[in-house]
């Protein structure tokens, strides 16, 4: 908001002192990258001082069956012919692996290696910083147009710390306080707030960031809240942050995604430890079991690593904006970690609310426009992940079983039978932003392998030479930048070196 506005408008932060963040936000969607860069952020300055890392996929593991693996890459569908290149998979792949035919980044996540040099040159010289292509805060305007090759892991409670500072040398007025309680005038609106220490603070905008509890928008205003958990059951999850030797590890450039029995687990790499944890359903798997099975998995480093229980609200807010409050992060909405999307819904938040400011006559088309869009993402991120269950072939427990016959939401049964005979195109996903382009459903459906998928029959009738073609370059760019590209973690400890 300092960074848009400066001056012009006074942003006082209201925090506890004793009331922690949920601190396990850690992994990204490329799209941060244009977030960062309206920041001004530099990757030298902000990555080390916050233990981060690389993302350029999540690779999820054993979805289709134990032992089988597949990646979702930051990397735009390549075509031929006017087609994407998985069709001319589809038709006739030179292997069983679309991921790595079909995407350069799939072959530079199983071999480890960072997206740029050790000179800091970027493997896609159409991305650097400052590039035009990055530029402009709102992250839907560059939809279709650019995929940044990479997203981010960080320290999440470390990056708060960093962007506390940045906001402060703006002008940020930061209160530790405790919320006592919020006072409404004669309209419904919020006057003020009452703190423990610093008595009444008043505002016009106030942005409720109080997670899951949403203290303003759902208790205060009592904006209803709608419930995903017909169609995506996990509402529970147990973190562990785990220190390890990263160095003799090695630093996958991936987060990955680990199916169980009742759920699946994150593992997310940083510079000096692992973040994970296990995203389950209470109704097939109790928090006792959930924490001893993450430890199992993890190995002897985590026996002494303390866990973290989290109960999660998996929807929206009917209204993320009511009156003058707007809500943003868990308040307004959470879908489910998978994807990382959590913090994208938060810088998406923040660019619109930027892009629909108020004026002093506070239009309601303005509330309108942003309450849409924010409902579009979350609910389109919704259909996506619901893909992710109703795809996978994984059927040996309950759990799994029952993904299969669960509701799905509104438009998305049809669509499902559509990629049955057409892979997912721009005319046949959710039809509004939310962040995922087509080729992503792609490569769930791909991926996941419970939903037959086939050919366009068009491409029956035509020569495949040029596809293979394109198969080809895609074999010979990825060996030759796995030969010449570091390791992920080779790349960091050049980087910190040079910081």
Not at 80 to 86: K, Q, R
Not at 196 to 222: Q, Y
Not at 239 to 245: G, N, T
Request: aromatic content about 12%.
């Amino acid at each position: 908001m300092k960074k848009a506005f400066g001056d012009k408008i006074s942003v006082t932060l209201v925090e506890s002192g004793k009331i922690g963040t949920i601190g396990v936000g850690e992994a990204t969607f490329s799209d941060i990258r244009h977030f960062f860069e309206f920041l001004d952020l530099k990757e030298e300055e902000w990555m080390p001082a916050c233990n981060a890392t690389y993302k350029l996929a999540v690779r999820f593991q054993d979805w289709r069956r134990k032992g089988h693996h597949f990646y979702h890459p930051f990397e735009q569908m390549p075509t031929v012919n006017g087609f994407p290149l998985t069709d001319w998979w589809l038709q006739d792949g030179p292997t069983d692996r679309f991921d790595t035919d079909c995407f350069v980044m799939a072959n530079l996540c199983d071999a480890g290696r960072s997206p740029r040099f050790l000179d800091g040159s970027l493997i896609d010289q159409g991305f650097t910083e400052g590039a035009k292509e990055l530029s402009g805060l709102t992250m839907s305007e560059h939809q279709g147009k650019t995929q940044f090759p990479y997203a981010y892991h960080f320290e999440a409670a470390l990056l708060a710390k960093y962007l506390t500072k940045y906001s402060t040398d703006r002008g940020v007025h930061h209160v530790i306080d405790e919320v006592q309680d919020v006072r409404l005038d004669e309209r419904g609106w919020i006057d003020h707030i009452v703190t423990k220490d610093h008595g009444s603070l008043e505002g016009d905008v106030f942005v409720d960031c109080t997670g899951f509890r949403g203290v303003l928008l759902n208790k205060a205003l009592e904006v209803p809240f709608i419930s995903y958990q017909d169609t995506l059951p996990n509402d529970s999850a147990v973190a562990l942050q785990v220190p390890l030797d990263m160095e003799k590890r090695g630093i996958n450039p991936y987060t990955q995604a680990t199916a169980q029995d009742a759920g699946w687990i994150w593992t997310i790499p940083l510079f000096g430890r692992i973040g994970t944890g296990y995203v389950y359903a209470k109704d097939y798997l109790s928090p006792e079991e959930a924490e001893r099975t993450l430890r199992e998995f993890v190995g002897p480093e985590a026996a002494e690593v303390e866990a973290n229980h989290i109960r999660m609200r998996i929807g929206r807010s009917e209204q993320s904006w009511k009156n003058n409050c707007v809500a943003i992060g868990l308040s307004s909405g959470f879908v489910e970690p998978l994807e990382s999307t959590g913090i994208f819904f938060i810088h998406h938040a923040i660019e619109q609310l930027v892009k629909h400011f108020p004026a002093a006559d506070w239009s309601p088309e303005l509330r309108k426009s942003y309450n849409s869009s924010i409902a579009n993402v979350m609910d389109g991120v919704r259909e996506f992940l619901v893909l992710h269950y109703q795809g996978a072939g994984r059927d040996d427990t309950q759990y799994w079983k029952d993904t299969k016959t669960r509701a799905v939401p509104d438009g998305l049964a049809e669509r499902l039978e559509r990629w049955k005979v057409q892979l997912p195109d721009s005319e046949n996903v959710f039809p509004y932003y939310h962040g995922l382009p087509p080729y992503s459903y792609m490569c769930i459906l791909l991926g996941t392998g419970a939903i037959p998928a086939r050919a366009t029959p068009s491409l029956g009738m035509s020569d495949t030479a040029a596809a293979h073609k394109e198969f080809a370059a895609i074999r010979d760019k990825a060996r030759h930048l796995i030969e010449t590209l570091p390791s992920t973690y080779e790349y960091f400890a050049s980087m910190r070196e040079r910081a």
